[in-house]
């Protein structure tokens, strides 16, 4: 009872200014009070009313009046913050630029800004893309990529811009809905995250990256460990495109999770393939390989039960030996990963130790530059498409990836500000107040799947756009034409660096050849071992 009346408090203020509407109508009716309070206050219940009716605001629909509060604070608070107390891009981890942007192009609204650059151009660690006197034009900005090795059956044709990895559970029903729905609607893919395939995923019809992590939800045996026959019927849906193993994510690399048997609904443990009963729990590390070997292998045996879909890892960098280690095994072995994606320490979708979240991984930029790099020291990078993720919401963020060598980006916090997100932070409570990030029914009934939808396809389709127009400035017949060369940082009032100097491409196949070149990488590289993780007792 007590936590009924709790869940509901968000309503008092419609019910107080119901019951005020009455008493003032009555002292109206009776001793003759002004009338004008009667109009007040029941233009505010009103309004109420109206809050809890619209599908529109999901803030207003779960807290009808007060909501406004927001709105009315969002309308001011520029004025506030420029002369008392901070600048559009102060707020953290996401600004109220960032945020905003991804609102515009989402509601499809204007996305321009006049008056020039809020930012410090002269300032340490600004950082620009150079343009072509000579731009081109895009007729369609619908940028894919082809995933798929030469192992692999069913390559993909992968949006440039996809929805990173995201699990139902940690998303309410609604807003997994929204994001597939819109998925399918503006055709690219939705990774399922580490929790299985929902029915909702299912419902929505996009396209998806069915993700396995440590957990093996939804192929799983009952002791935890992975099951080739369940995984076989969850690979065989014409809507899974890729498989991903995840070995570590951005917030917190190195680091499992429990979620407790009190907070598993029924919907949640058909989509893992868990017990009500028992607290949920995603190990670690994986049980079904420990050594390089056995992850090429594990990446081989699921290519095979996918009937050759494409099948790849994601993981945050941490030891660059251990990444060095799996890419000799690949050489060992010949079994080449359709892709890997590089998830930066700058993520964080999930609750994380505050340490984890400050100081554990690898961020994008740099884990991208290693990846890339190492793949080329290798000599196999031209087999294997690379995809990050990390604080990418905008089309500058996607060109500034693909000049360092990705071939994709994915987001996840753009995607939940597409679909009504406020940076509440408040995801790990289930008082999410849009319903973006819980499983109450009632506040997850704020959010209308129907309006996001639409919202979700359009930021993709804007944002896109964007990209378009920024390769077509720097003069390029694709997006993927960017190189380091294009992007460059300011390092000091007098001193710019390239991303070519800064991040610079490493020669093709120099990690298998004979030489003393890149020292950093070829050191690490005689350390790696293809059989096992561990480091050598002494450095080699």
Same mark, same amino acid.
């Given at each position: 009872m007590l936590r009924q009346i709790y869940e509901y408090q968000r309503y008092w203020v419609l019910a107080g200014m119901a019951a005020l509407t009455v008493i003032a109508l009555l002292c109206w009716a009776i001793d003759g009070w002004p009338f004008t309070l009667v109009v007040i206050t029941g233009g505010i219940t009103a309004l109420g009313v109206r809050d809890m009716m619209q599908t529109h605001h999901a803030v207003t629909r779960n807290y009808p009046i007060i909501g406004h509060m927001r709105f009315l604070f969002e309308k001011i608070r520029p004025e506030i913050r420029q002369y008392f107390v901070e600048s559009d891009q102060d707020e953290v981890p996401f600004s109220r630029e960032q945020r905003a942007l991804v609102y515009q192009r989402a509601k499809g609204a204007e996305d321009k800004r006049p008056f020039g650059t809020m930012r410090s151009v002269y300032e340490s660690g600004f950082a620009w893309l150079t343009h072509s006197i000579n731009p081109t034009h895009f007729e369609s900005t619908d940028f894919r990529v082809k995933i798929g090795g030469d192992n692999c059956k069913q390559p993909y044709d992968a949006s440039l811009f996809n929805i990173s990895a995201m699990s139902f559970g940690s998303l309410s029903a609604n807003a997994i809905s929204a994001l597939n729905k819109g998925a399918k609607l503006g055709g690219f893919a939705h990774d399922t995250g580490e929790g299985g395939i929902s029915?909702?995923?299912?419902?929505?019809?996009?396209?998806?990256?069915?993700?396995?992590?440590?957990?093996?939800?939804?192929?799983?045996?009952?002791?935890?460990?992975?099951?080739?026959?369940?995984?076989?019927?969850?690979?065989?849906?014409?809507?899974?495109?890729?498989?991903?193993?995840?070995?570590?994510?951005?917030?917190?690399?190195?680091?499992?999770?429990?979620?407790? &048997?009190? /907070?598993? +609904?029924?919907?949640?443990?058909? =989509? *893992?393939?868990?017990?009500?009963?028992? !607290?949920?729990?995603?190990? @670690?590390?994986?049980?079904?390989?420990?050594?390089?070997?056995?992850?090429?292998?594990?990446?081989?045996?699921?290519?095979?039960?996918?009937?050759?879909?494409?099948?790849?890892?994601?993981?945050?960098?941490?030891?660059?030996?251990?990444?060095?280690?799996?890419?000799?095994?690949?050489?060992?072995?010949?079994?080449i990963p359709d892709f890997i994606v590089v998830d930066g320490a700058e993520g964080g979708t999930g609750a994380a130790p505050i340490e984890f979240s400050n100081h554990m991984g690898m961020p994008m930029v740099e884990g991208l530059t290693f990846v890339h790099n190492t793949l080329r020291g290798?000599?196999?990078?031209?087999?294997?498409?690379?995809?990050? &993720?990390? /604080?990418? +919401?905008?089309?500058?963020?996607? =060109? *500034?990836?693909?000049?360092?060598?990705? !071939?994709?980006?994915?987001? @996840?916090?753009?995607?939940?500000?597409?679909?009504?997100?406020?940076?509440?932070?408040?995801?790990?409570?289930?008082?999410?107040?849009?319903?973006?990030?819980?499983?109450?029914?009632?506040?997850?009934?704020?959010?209308?799947?129907?309006?996001?939808?639409?919202?979700?396809?359009?930021?993709?389709?804007?944002?896109?756009?964007?990209?378009?127009?920024?390769?077509?400035?720097?003069?390029?017949?694709?997006?993927?034409?960017?190189?380091?060369?294009?992007?460059?940082?300011?390092?000091?009032?007098?001193?710019?660096?390239?991303?070519?100097?800064?991040?610079?491409?490493?020669?093709?196949?120099?990690?298998?050849?004979e030489g003393e070149d890149h020292i950093e990488y070829r050191q690490r590289w005689r350390r790696a071992d293809a059989h096992s993780f561990a480091p050598p007792h002494k450095p080699i």
């Open positions: 029915k909702y995923h299912k419902e929505g019809g996009g396209d998806l990256i069915y993700e396995l992590g440590s957990g093996y939800f939804g192929c799983r045996n009952d002791d935890g460990t992975f099951n080739p026959e369940k995984f076989k019927e969850r690979a065989a849906l014409d809507q899974v495109k890729m498989i991903e193993i995840k070995l570590s994510q951005g917030a917190k690399p190195g680091h499992g999770g429990m979620l407790p &048997a009190a /907070k598993i +609904t029924p919907e949640i443990a058909e =989509a *893992r393939d868990i017990p009500m009963d028992v !607290d949920c729990v995603s190990p @670690a590390t994986h049980s079904a390989f420990t050594t390089p070997m056995e992850l090429v292998q594990f990446i081989g045996q699921l290519r095979d039960l996918s009937d050759g879909k494409p099948v790849g890892f994601k993981l945050c960098i941490g030891h660059r030996r251990e990444f060095m280690c799996i890419v000799k095994a690949m050489l060992e072995t010949g079994i290798a000599g196999i990078r031209d087999q294997v498409k690379i995809g990050v &993720a990390g /604080k990418v +919401t905008s089309a500058f963020h996607i =060109a *500034r990836a693909l000049a360092l060598g990705a !071939d994709w980006c994915n987001a @996840a916090r753009g995607y939940m500000f597409a679909i009504g997100c406020i940076q509440a932070q408040a995801c790990h409570t289930n008082h999410c107040p849009v319903g973006v990030t819980t499983q109450d029914p009632v506040r997850q009934k704020a959010l209308n799947v129907d309006d996001k939808t639409k919202r979700v396809a359009r930021y993709h389709k804007n944002t896109l756009k964007a990209l378009g127009e920024m390769a077509g400035a720097a003069g390029l017949e694709e997006p993927g034409g960017f190189l380091p060369y294009h992007f460059i940082t300011r390092e000091s009032d007098n001193q710019m660096t390239e991303g070519s100097d800064a991040f610079p491409y490493l020669p093709n196949g120099f990690l298998v050849e």
